[in-house]
């Protein structure tokens, strides 16, 4: 299994930064009259996307706090700084491909991530080319260079595997520059890197809009149905804090219920305030574009299937040795739970 020295780099963090004072607290605040209590509760997303819009509604509908959550939301800008922020206490709960619980765990952390609610079950992210391409195929990208994710992510894990489906070496038969920090990507490709380069929204719309680039194909279509992203804290923290847990996914719930009752004109505005630079209309778009591509789960929960199929997928890529039982890393009881309620 190749080494990963940014697992090392956050186990090494959480044992020197350690837990803040923080989290955890509990605050009164007004409503109506009545006093309530909200549990204060820190969450660390590995970016801020319209990929992950059902989180964002049940934030703006005010979900969370009705359910008893006084929510701070942090974008820690990669998978390895979300999972540092949990591991370091930092954070009380991480948002991020749920690979990096498994990088975790086989990384020997003895108070290791787990897995408690999946929130999106496809790719969101889009192959996007230099020049409009009407009828795109796969072979096309041979000897070419693209800009690509970081190595073991979800995003590059996923992007290897689908080429694979096409009978395409992703280390001889195309260049995938790895190099380049999350988020980065397009710029380094407005500047002139790379032929095509994986985008996620709004980058890749963004892209298009500026006339440097054009999506000729979605990766959530053609990799099908995997466990993209999912929420996970440190094992410890659910067992202390089970009813904290409970009303976080519960108002998660709502969100996806709204999502799935609403179309992408409401959506957009449902979520509007969390991306104030972008056009309405743009971010309709990008909304219709992931509702059409079947991006997000109706309920929360993490399959085993979903977790054999990332593990096969990590494996097919060279970045995974050591498999983890499903048991180990995925706890279903919060999210069976929200549909109950």
Known sequence: MKKRRWICLALTAALTIGMLAGCGQKKDL???????ELQKVTLNEVAHSIFYAPMYVAIEEGYFREEGIDLTLVTGFGADKTVTAVLAGEADIGFMGSESTIYTKNGGAEDYLINFAQLTQRAGNFLVAREPIENFEWDMLKGKKVLGGRAGGMPEMV??????????????????????????????FSGGQGDFTVEFEPHATALEQKGDGYVVASLGEESGYVPYTAFSAKKSYLEAHPDTVQAFVNALQRGMEKVSQ??????????????????????????RRYVEQDTWKTDLIFSEDAFVLLQDILEEGGELTNRVAYEELVNTEFAKKALER
Do not use: H, R
């Open 30 to 36: 007004s409503d109506g009259g009545e006093k309530k």
């Open 159 to 188: 992007f290897e595997y689908i080429l694979k489906q096409y009978n395409i070496d992703p280390t001889e038969d195309l260049s995938i520059d790895q190099s380049i920090d999350f988020g980065s990507t397009a710029a380094a």
């Open 262 to 287: 609403s179309t992408p004109e409401e959506i957009a505005k449902m979520i509007a305030l969390q991306f104030p630079e972008t056009d309405e209309a743009v971010l309709t778009a990008i909304v």
